[in-house]
Nanobody
Framework: QAQLVESGGGLVQPGGSLNLSCAAS????????MGWYRQRPGKQRELVAT???????TYADSVKGRFTVSRDNARHTVHLQMNNLKPEDTAVYYC????????????????WGQGTQVTVSS
């Protein structure tokens, strides 16, 4: 079973920046999609940004031009650079890996990280 470990959350002032990182562990061959979702207080979990193995990226309209998703396919990591943060970006951010295939051939599986808190406040 693959595990996702996130890091990089915290408290930042409006207009500031944070970089979230997520690493997938296990004997992984490929991961089709990796990315980030968030759950704001009182809201459902929503897509923030994802990046496919072949490079295609998807962003929520609310973060376009401010957030950038990147991944290292060899290391099975994904990062989210968040700039010009706003109070409405406050949420628990979850890393997501889609269609994981292990070196043994088992898969595909999907899995989530445990979440990391991002708070944007003055």
């Amino acid at each position: 079973q693959a595990q996702l470990v996130e890091s990089g959350g915290g408290l930042v002032q409006p207009g500031g920046s944070l970089n979230l990182s997520c690493a997938a562990s296990g004997n992984i061959r490929t991961i089709l999609g990796m990315g980030w979702y968030r759950q704001r207080p009182g809201k459902q979990r929503e897509l923030v940004a994802t990046k496919l193995l072949i490079g295609d990226e998807t962003y929520a309209d609310s973060v376009k031009g401010r957030f950038t998703v990147s991944r290292d396919n060899a290391r099975h990591t994904v990062h989210l650079q968040m700039n010009n943060l706003k109070p409405e970006d406050t949420a628990v951010y979850y890393c997501y890996a889609n269609r994981i295939v292990f070196t043994t051939g088992r898969g595909p599986f999907d899995t989530w990280g445990q979440g990391t808190q991002v708070t944007v406040s003055s």
